[in-house]
């Protein structure tokens, strides 16, 4: 059976997120240096407050273990460590890794997409199809709408259904769209104010 | 189709067919209502017949599950991505981190070894800018050149965001709860809920929340989870297809949302419940109870925080309160109250102003102003100068004795035996006296800014300002009162509660009650307010402190004017919403409302079996009405049902093109069988499946109160009226606060009664061949990944 639409868009959601699960793992691979015994230690005599940080597992976060070299001698040692607060900290370095880089990288090809959207496509329409073509829409308010000639170049597209022609109507129909949501939320202020 | 156009049959724009509702109109309840029934009824009675039909049945109920578990997995996600760039794009308008850039401040130092107090925040691999430009440190020259970079990182954040709001998704601007909520009584505001503006909303948040601006990331997070829930309704045809169950989805898909921005997954199933959705029935709260779970277990698996915890401020504390603090503490309330009236009028003042003159022209230059003016004020205090968030994180929090921060800079006693907990009253060093001058002037700042801060054209959310203005107001009381409990102790107040030597005010708990009063009174929250706050501290002794301010607040706040922040803002901008809240006190029937009024042209009506396609399509095309009563006759106007104006719109098109003999004199008939023509007429048009055969009738002395009952309660949007029994006169629709964009707003007719529809079941038919084998292939798929994804933390 032909698989029908909604099915193609499942699939390609069921292989991102199988993709997402590769990251995952390795993202919880553990860096030895991820984990933390924080000691708190406030002034005692004639000894200023300290911290005291060590890399030890839950089990070993006491002020015996992480306090080193210990600043009293022996008798003093437990009043001492009765004062400081000892706190077991964890964080995954490659969770934020991951994240930061993923999201610049996200974040860059918006950019990338929006200068060529709005500054690189108009050049390159004017220079393929020549200035009596083009017709400017009449709501251009201000500057440049990104978007403006999404109809004029809709028209002129070929009845041939090949597969860079579909992505091109595809593309124009969402600048309609994105166009109609620009209308009514900047100009209209129909919506959201 | 050919071969190579398959791949890309996702691309081609979709056929809309009888039965969709078009953009900005409302849609009809009942008929959904009673198609999900028909849907269900059907699905079970097939199920007695096979074991195959009898696993579909389930997989049906399931689906239900299963979109609420992917719900709460994808908000985990997204909230955590978000809490961590966030994180690091706010340390990076100060310094960056040489080591590894990614990390932010507090990350960058987490290996160091520095062990002296003082120095607890400095570590080599994290410079300043001026640090690394320069090689100065200290200075006037450095901390001239802090402030520039700050200034320019601020304005480079909030120009990306929105110009990207701007290019690619201009519904991703403002907070998202007021739309969310007129989309939940009813509304279809088509793309709102779109893929681009989940991306859009979730990449520019986080620039507008790392520029400084004073706004939050809670409302816009709402958004982004009922995006989500968007998105995977889609996957099934039992929501994708029903307008009524896929509100019930995206009920629960706010309540994730909120749970995630707090860590607080009650308090996010009551403020949806509360705030957020108009019909909220039983299954709906369990089911939403279950996504928000989902969600804070996923976001705490993430760890933004590096503690386990969900937000960054939690507090840990459990230092009793007294009774005679219930007066400071009503006295937040009637603050928080003045404050929210205050917000509201000030703020819808100024975006109807941007509605209307030349300000609304230009929002890029306004986020840019407004953001150049915050930066450019918030540096020089360091109490505004850091995250909104942090700051709330530091107000709540008690004194310890090792605290560097000015707030905590108390005269310690050498004596002191306890270091963090239960400290005793201390008077207040120099540090405090100098961090309250700057707290009263950030409160200012920040009371003045949100103003204009709230309703541009970026993401932004109002719970976190509100917070802040209410956690630093309410620790500058906490302290007053702390050192007037100390300082004079032998007053009669404080001597039955308070003796010298021991804790008894603690001034983080009035900042979090400040936080409680500001918050409810400009959003007028009750019980999800009390609960997401004790939700946030962990600690149920303080219920009735917040309570007490909660309710104080929005008592004095209902006294001024009776909406919240986004009820106004739903008025500002006419959607049609009819609040369960308002009362309508007028004294009028029916007869006094209803259209067309004495001097009106007469209703028009179509009749059963004698109109003609031409007749149909002029009535169309001269009027604007939604919908058509359908008479017996001219003559004897007994109503026989309602059909709706894009249902026959759309019918006719279909039939002109498919259907042979149909031409502009073919007689429209609505009765079971055809009307006895002579043979020379040409092919009559049958169109009786899409009339509504049993509409919503009042008689003429329906008193008003009731009909608005009635539209309330069952999410009408037409009502007929009828004079003696089955004789039609006239009919009333619908206009709630009826402004210019939405003036087609009268009403979606209810097309469908109990009849089952035959044109939509052939669409059943055709695509459940393919359903078949890929539903459960699809189900199974999902459920491996799941346990996967669950399992893989265990196996490292």
């Given at each position: 059976?032909?698989?029908?639409v909604?099915?193609?868009?499942?699939?390609?959601?069921?292989?991102l997120?199988?993709?997402?699960?590769?990251?995952?793992?390795?993202v919880?691979?553990?860096?030895?240096?991820?984990?933390?015994c924080?000691?708190?230690?406030?002034?005692?005599?004639?000894?200023?407050?300290?911290?005291?940080?060590?890399?030890?597992?839950?089990?070993?976060?006491?002020?015996?273990?992480?306090?080193?070299?210990?600043?009293?001698?022996?008798?003093?040692?437990?009043?001492?460590?009765?004062?400081?607060?000892?706190?077991?900290?964890?964080?995954?370095s490659?969770?934020?890794?991951?994240?930061?880089?993923?999201?610049?990288?996200?974040?860059?090809?918006?950019?990338?997409?929006?200068?060529?959207?709005?500054?690189l496509?108009?050049?390159?329409?004017?220079r393929?199809?020549?200035?009596?073509?083009?017709?400017?829409?009449?709501?251009d308010?201000?500057d440049?709408?990104?978007?403006?000639?999404?109809?004029?170049?809709?028209?002129?597209?070929?009845?041939?259904?090949?597969?860079?022609?579909?992505?091109?109507?595809?593309?124009?129909?969402?600048?309609?769209?994105?166009?109609?949501?620009?209308?009514?939320?900047?100009?209209r202020?129909?919506?959201?104010? | 189709?050919?071969?190579?156009g398959?791949?890309?049959?996702?691309?081609?724009?979709?056929?809309?067919?009888?039965?969709?509702?078009?953009?900005?109109?409302?849609?009809?309840?009942?008929?959904?209502?009673?198609?999900?029934?028909?849907?269900?009824?059907?699905?079970?009675?097939?199920?007695?017949?096979s074991?195959?039909?009898?696993?579909?049945?389930?997989?049906?109920?399931?689906?239900?599950?299963?979109?609420?578990?992917?719900?709460?997995?994808?908000?985990?996600?997204?909230?955590?991505v978000?809490?961590?760039?966030?994180?690091?794009m706010?340390?990076?308008?100060?310094?960056?981190?040489?080591?590894?850039?990614?990390?932010?401040?507090?990350?960058?130092?987490?290996?160091?070894?520095?062990?002296?107090?003082?120095?607890?925040?400095?570590?080599?691999?994290?410079?300043?800018?001026?640090?690394?430009?320069?090689?100065?440190?200290?200075?006037?020259?450095?901390?001239?050149?802090?402030?520039?970079?700050?200034?320019?990182?601020?304005?480079?954040?909030?120009?990306?965001?929105?110009?990207?709001?701007?290019?690619?998704?201009?519904?991703?601007?403002?907070?998202?709860?007021?739309?969310?909520?007129?989309?939940l009584?009813?509304?279809?505001?088509?793309?709102?809920?779109?893929?681009?503006t989940?991306?859009?909303?979730t990449?520019?948040?986080?620039?507008?929340?790392?520029?400084?601006?004073?706004?939050?990331?809670?409302?816009?997070?709402?958004?982004?989870?009922?995006?989500?829930?968007?998105?995977?309704?889609?996957?099934?045809?039992?929501?994708?297809?029903?307008?009524?169950?896929?509100?019930?989805?995206?009920?629960?898909?706010?309540?994730?949302?909120?749970?995630?921005?707090?860590?607080?997954p009650?308090?996010?199933?009551?403020?949806?419940?509360?705030?957020?959705?108009?019909?909220?029935?039983?299954?709906?709260?369990?089911?939403?109870?279950?996504?928000a779970?989902?969600?804070a277990?996923?976001?705490?698996?993430?760890?933004?925080?590096?503690?386990?915890?969900?937000?960054?401020?939690?507090?840990?504390?459990?230092?009793p309160?007294?009774?005679?603090?219930?007066?400071?503490?009503?006295?937040?309330?009637?603050?928080?109250?003045?404050?929210?009236?205050?917000?509201i009028?000030?703020?819808?003042?100024?975006?109807?102003?941007?509605?209307?003159?030349?300000?609304?022209?230009?929002?890029?230059?306004?986020?840019?102003?407004?953001?150049?003016?915050?930066?450019v004020?918030?540096?020089?205090?360091?109490?505004?100068?850091?995250?909104?968030?942090?700051?709330?994180?530091?107000?709540?929090?008690?004194?310890?004795?090792?605290?560097?921060?000015?707030?905590?800079?108390?005269i310690?006693?050498?004596?002191?035996?306890?270091?963090v907990?239960?400290?005793?009253?201390?008077?207040?060093?120099?540090?405090v006296?100098?961090?309250l001058?700057?707290?009263?002037?950030?409160?200012?700042?920040?009371?003045?800014?949100?103003?204009?801060?709230?309703?541009?054209?970026?993401?932004?959310g109002?719970?976190?300002?509100?917070?802040?203005?209410?956690?630093?107001?309410?620790?500058?009381?906490?302290?007053?009162?702390?050192?007037?409990?100390y300082?004079?102790?032998?007053?009669?107040?404080?001597?039955?509660?308070?003796?010298?030597?021991?804790?008894?005010?603690?001034?983080?708990?009035?900042?979090?009650?400040?936080?409680?009063?500001?918050?409810?009174?400009?959003?007028?929250?009750?019980?999800?307010l009390?609960?997401?706050?004790?939700?946030?501290?962990?600690?149920?002794?303080?219920?009735?402190?917040?309570?007490?301010?909660?309710?104080t607040?929005?008592?004095?706040?209902?006294?001024?004017?009776?909406?919240?922040?986004?009820?106004?803002?739903?008025?500002?901008?006419?959607?049609?919403?009819?609040?369960?809240?308002?009362?309508?006190?007028?004294?009028?029937?029916?007869?006094?409302?209803m259209?067309?009024?004495?001097?009106?042209?007469?209703?028009?009506?179509?009749?059963?079996?004698?109109?003609?396609?031409?007749?149909?399509?002029?009535?169309?095309?001269?009027?604007?009405?939604?919908?058509f009563?359908?008479v017996?006759?001219?003559?004897?106007?007994?109503?026989?049902?309602?059909?709706?104006?894009?249902?026959?719109?759309?019918?006719i098109?279909?039939?002109?093109?498919?259907?042979?003999?149909?031409?502009s004199?073919?007689?429209?008939?609505?009765?079971?069988?055809?009307?006895?023509?002579?043979?020379?007429?040409?092919?009559?048009?049958?169109?009786?499946?899409?009339?509504?055969?049993?509409?919503?009738?009042?008689?003429?002395?329906?008193?008003?109160?009731t009909?608005?009952?009635?539209f309330?309660?069952?999410?009408?949007r037409?009502?007929?009226?009828?004079?003696?029994?089955?004789?039609?006169?006239?009919?009333?629709?619908?206009?709630?606060q009826?402004?210019?964009?939405?003036?087609?707003?009268?009403?979606?007719?209810a097309?469908?009664?109990?009849?089952?529809?035959?044109?939509?079941?052939?669409?059943?038919?055709?695509?459940?061949?393919?359903?078949?084998?890929?539903?459960?292939?699809?189900?199974?798929?999902?459920?491996?990944?799941?346990?996967?994804?669950?399992?893989?933390?265990?196996?490292?």
């Amino acid at each position: 059976r032909r698989p029908t639409v909604k099915m193609k868009r499942v699939f390609l959601l069921e292989a991102l997120s199988v993709a997402c699960c590769v990251l995952l793992s390795q993202v919880t691979a553990k860096n030895s240096e991820d984990i933390r015994c924080k000691c708190i230690c406030p002034p005692y005599r004639d000894i200023e407050g300290q911290i005291y940080k060590q890399n030890v597992s839950l089990k070993d976060c006491n002020c015996l273990h992480v306090v080193e070299p210990m600043p009293v001698d022996g008798k003093d040692v437990e009043a001492y460590c009765l004062r400081c607060e000892c706190k077991y900290e964890e964080r995954s370095s490659g969770t934020i890794k991951v994240t930061i880089i993923m999201y610049l990288s996200i974040l860059g090809l918006l950019l990338l997409y929006m200068v060529y959207l709005t500054l690189l496509e108009p050049i390159l329409k004017r220079r393929l199809f020549g200035h009596s073509q083009l017709i400017q829409s009449d709501d251009d308010v201000g500057d440049q709408q990104p978007f403006a000639n999404a109809h004029n170049v809709l028209s002129r597209s070929h009845s041939r259904p090949n597969m860079l022609n579909k992505v091109e109507h595809a593309q124009q129909r969402w600048r309609r769209q994105v166009q109609e949501q620009r209308k009514s939320v900047f100009d209209r202020h129909v919506v959201l104010s | 189709m050919n071969g190579a156009g398959n791949l890309m049959d996702f691309l081609d724009e979709p056929f809309p067919d009888v039965g969709t509702y078009e953009d900005f109109h409302t849609i009809d309840w009942l008929r959904e209502k009673s198609r999900d029934t028909d849907r269900h009824r059907k699905i079970t009675s097939k199920s007695k017949e096979s074991l195959w039909e009898l696993i579909k049945s389930l997989l049906d109920a399931w689906s239900g599950w299963v979109v609420m578990l992917l719900i709460g997995l994808l908000s985990g996600t997204l909230a955590g991505v978000i809490d961590l760039a966030v994180d690091w794009m706010t340390d990076l308008k100060e310094g960056v981190c040489l080591s590894a850039f990614w990390y932010s401040h507090e990350q960058c130092c987490w290996t160091s070894n520095e062990t002296t107090f003082d120095d607890r925040d400095k570590c080599p691999q994290w410079q300043k800018w001026a640090e690394l430009m320069t090689g100065h440190a200290e200075g006037a020259g450095a901390y001239v050149l802090n402030y520039f970079l700050y200034v320019l990182w601020a304005l480079l954040f909030s120009f990306l965001a929105v110009s990207l709001v701007r290019v690619f998704a201009p519904y991703a601007c403002g907070s998202g709860i007021p739309e969310i909520k007129t989309i939940l009584s009813g509304f279809i505001i088509r793309g709102y809920l779109g893929k681009w503006t989940l991306l859009i909303k979730t990449v520019t948040l986080v620039l507008a929340v790392s520029s400084g601006l004073s706004l939050g990331k809670e409302g816009p997070l709402v958004h982004v989870a009922c995006c989500c829930g968007n998105l995977f309704c889609s996957l099934f045809s039992k929501y994708s297809k029903n307008e009524g169950k896929r509100r019930e989805v995206l009920s629960a898909a706010a309540a994730a949302g909120v749970s995630v921005a707090f860590g607080a997954p009650i308090g996010g199933v009551l403020f949806s419940l509360e705030e957020v959705s108009y019909y909220f029935p039983l299954k709906t709260l369990w089911r939403s109870f279950f996504a928000a779970l989902v969600a804070a277990f996923t976001l705490r698996s993430i760890n933004p925080f590096g503690n386990s915890r969900l937000v960054l401020f939690y507090v840990e504390y459990h230092t009793p309160w007294y009774m005679a603090e219930l007066v400071p503490f009503i006295l937040l309330g009637v603050f928080g109250g003045l404050w929210g009236t205050l917000f509201i009028r000030a703020n819808i003042a100024w975006c109807r102003r941007r509605k209307t003159t030349q300000l609304g022209k230009y929002p890029v230059l306004e986020v840019i102003a407004v953001t150049g003016i915050t930066a450019v004020l918030a540096f020089p205090n360091p109490y505004t100068r850091r995250s909104t968030s942090e700051l709330i994180s530091e107000l709540f929090n008690d004194c310890g004795a090792l605290e560097s921060s000015q707030l905590c800079d108390y005269i310690n006693n050498p004596n002191m035996s306890r270091p963090v907990d239960d400290i005793p009253d201390r008077p207040a060093g120099p540090g405090v006296y100098n961090a309250l001058w700057q707290l009263a002037l950030a409160l200012i700042f920040k009371i003045v800014i949100t103003i204009f801060t709230f309703g541009m054209k970026i993401p932004s959310g109002l719970f976190i300002p509100s917070m802040a203005v209410g956690a630093i107001a309410g620790r500058i009381v906490g302290i007053a009162v702390e050192q007037m409990a100390y300082h004079h102790h032998d007053w009669i107040i404080f001597k039955n509660w308070c003796r010298p030597g021991a804790d008894c005010v603690t001034p983080g708990l009035y900042a979090m009650v400040g936080a409680a009063a500001c918050l409810g009174g400009v959003t007028r929250m009750t019980v999800s307010l009390v609960v997401i706050m004790f939700e946030l501290t962990g600690g149920l002794e303080y219920i009735v402190p917040l309570m007490a301010a909660a309710v104080t607040s929005k008592w004095v706040a209902d006294a001024f004017g009776k909406e919240g922040i986004y009820e106004s803002h739903i008025q500002l901008n006419g959607y049609p919403y009819l609040d369960v809240r308002d009362e309508f006190t007028h004294r009028t029937l029916a007869t006094d409302v209803m259209r067309p009024r004495r001097n009106d042209p007469p209703l028009a009506v179509l009749t059963q079996d004698s109109t003609t396609v031409e007749d149909v399509e002029a009535l169309i095309k001269d009027t604007d009405y939604n919908g058509f009563p359908v008479v017996v006759s001219r003559e004897s106007e007994r109503l026989i049902g309602f059909v709706q104006r894009r249902d026959l719109t759309l019918a006719i098109k279909n039939a002109r093109q498919k259907q042979d003999g149909v031409v502009s004199s073919s007689v429209v008939y609505f009765t079971e069988d055809a009307p006895q023509l002579p043979a020379s007429n040409p092919q009559p048009l049958k169109l009786r499946r899409i009339l509504n055969l049993s509409p919503f009738t009042v008689t003429d002395h329906t008193p008003m109160e009731t009909v608005v009952d009635i539209f309330r309660k069952l999410g009408l949007r037409q009502c007929l009226v009828t004079r003696s029994g089955t004789e039609l006169t006239l009919f009333i629709s619908l206009s709630v606060q009826a402004s210019p964009g939405y003036h087609h707003q009268e009403g979606r007719p209810a097309t469908h009664g109990s009849n089952d529809e035959p044109g939509s079941r052939v669409h059943h038919v055709q695509l459940t061949e393919e359903r078949r084998s890929f539903g459960l292939l699809h189900f199974v798929f999902w459920l491996i990944v799941v346990y996967c994804c669950m399992l893989l933390p265990y196996l490292y």
